[in-house]
């Protein structure tokens, strides 16, 4: 029998990509309520499954050893069509929708399936927590209502366990041009370190600072100075790949972290930036503005072991960088 899809699958897809869960590792939290149905009704396996497009994946799982099931032999799949009503299946070998499943006619031999879906806040079901065992069993009104508030609590998991990524990403995200900040930057650098020291594959870092930024606060006020903040911002995030890290330090100084990258790609994206930065900027007021930009960069090798010390080469080829800008100004 084809897997029922749900009319607002696009929508619920959407919905359950907002918590950014997916394929993530074991949490105490799922896994507590996981031991807690299975030991509550009595059953050799619990789960609790998030339904993907073509796939249940478990957050959690107790006593099937999978981590995941094709959506299309998938008991969750008909629990997903009844968003507020439990799903329960005394006898799946008696059940037309299951006596063929593979679940049922092979291992682990399943009789018996009873699931809650998983509601969001907006009446998309995500997916279940799902209770089975390879014998027939009825499931009580009271066994069909514990199950329903462990749905509940499963969902305040998901919901809290959301807020605290949204925290977690406001706490190292520049507020004005949505780039990672400093906190982010460095918990990167220090995660690329410990690959590097693995993989013996080098990367680099850039130090950034805006030429003569102070002068256009004053000349055009702190609102036009935002806005040229948040073009060079963009501007710098188009001359990266995505696997590279841009990042706003404070005032007019930026960051970035290159990943595996030759010397001379270094220096072919450092005038690409340069280049890139320096063409003119158009304010929202009409007027147009041209700032430059001054880059240091290091890169990560043998002798040096920690960020301290790439952060202050990388400092230190800036603070060259501008001082050559600075003597050609005064020879011209």
């Known amino acids: 029998m084809p ?28 896994d507590a309520l996981t031991r807690i ?9 619990a789960v609790i499954g998030l339904m993907d497009a073509h796939r249940l994946w478990f957050k959690s799982q107790l006593g099937l050893g999978v981590p995941q099931l094709d959506r299309q032999i998938a008991m969750c799949a008909h629990a997903l069509m009844s968003p507020h009503e439990e799903f329960v299946v005394e006898d799946l070998l008696l059940d037309v929708r299951f006596k063929d499943n593979p679940l049922v006619t092979q291992g682990p031999r399943l009789r018996f399936y009873a699931g809650v879906p998983l509601v969001d806040s907006h009446g998309y079901a995500l997916g279940t927590i799902a209770v089975v065992d390879m014998k027939p069993r ?25 807020r605290a990524l949204q925290l977690s990403r406001l706490a190292m995200t520049d507020f004005l041009t949505g780039l990672p900040n400093r906190v982010q930057f460095e918990r990167v650098i220090h995660s690329e370190i410990a690959h590097a020291h693995r993989s013996g594959k080098q990367f680099s870092v850039l130090q950034m600072d ?15 100075g935002d806005e040229a903040l948040v ?4 501007r710098l995030s188009r001359q990266v790949r995505a696997e590279d890290l841009v990042a706003r330090f404070a005032g007019d100084e930026f960051g970035a972290i290159i990943r595996q990258n030759s010397q001379d790609s270094l220096k072919l994206l450092i005038k690409r930036i340069v280049q890139a930065v320096s063409e003119p900027i158009s304010l929202s007021s009409g007027e147009k503005i041209s700032i430059g930009i001054s880059v240091g960069k290091a890169t990560f090798t043998d002798d ?29």
Do not use: M
Request: hydrophobic residues 35%.
């Open 210 to 224: 805006l030429d003569d930024f102070k002068t256009v606060n004053a000349r055009h006020g702190h609102a036009a």
């Open 304 to 332: 040096i072991d920690n960020l301290c010390e790439l952060l202050t080469r990388a400092d230190q080829a800036l603070y060259a960088a501008k001082q050559s800008k600075t003597r050609s100004k005064v020879k011209a």
């Open 138 to 162: 009825t499931f009580s009104e009271a066994q069909r209502n514990s199950l329903k508030d462990l749905s509940r609590l499963v969902v305040s998991a998901l919901e809290n366990r959301k």
């Open 3 to 30: 897997c029922p899809v749900p009319e607002n699958e696009i929508q619920r897809l959407d919905a359950l990509v907002s918590y950014d869960i997916l394929d993530t590792p074991p949490e105490q939290d799922f």
């Open 231 to 234: 073009e060079v911002a963009r």
């Open 37 to 45: 149905s299975a030991h509550a009704f009595s059953t050799p396996a």
